[in-house]
Nanobody, 123 residues
Framework: QVQLVESGGGLVQAGGSLRLSCAAS????????MGWFRQAPGKEREFVAG????????TYGDSVKGRFTISRDNAKNTVFLQMNSLEPEDTAIYYC????????????????WGQGTQVTVSS
């Protein structure tokens, strides 16, 4: 069955960096777009970044453009989210998600989700 396991979250000061990883198994990884979403307390789940199956196409939410970079290693069935210049507003649980075929920014379009990893940015 599909399994997505995030790692790399933690506590960091504003201006710092973190790199999240999501290890995937149970499906043909290169056939799936991968997305990163985040959810802060009391807020809806928000699209952060997405990457196409072969890694040729990426897209980002407006709030993270220029600071975050999504990438994938299909040989290792892993997707990454490099987060730089972190801000307290980036504090949330970060989830990776898999979707067959194309990237979508709507969380409802993704059927497969990891358990999430907490990112906390202190001011």
């Amino acid at each position: 069955q599909v399994q997505l396991v995030e790692s790399g979250g933690g506590l960091v000061q504003a201006g710092g960096s973190l790199r999240l990883s999501c290890a995937a198994s149970g499906f043909t990884f290169s056939s799936y777009a991968m997305g990163w979403f985040r959810q802060a307390p009391g807020k809806e789940r928000e699209f952060v970044a997405g990457v196409s199956g072969r890694g040729y196409s990426t897209t980002y939410g407006d709030s993270v453009k220029g600071r975050f970079t999504i990438s994938r290693d299909n040989a290792k069935n892993t997707v990454f989210l490099q987060m730089n210049s972190l801000e307290p507003e980036d504090t949330a649980i970060y989830y990776c998600a898999a979707r067959y075929a194309n990237i979508r920014q709507d969380a409802a379009e993704y059927a497969n989700w990891g358990q999430g990893t907490q990112v906390t940015v202190s001011s």
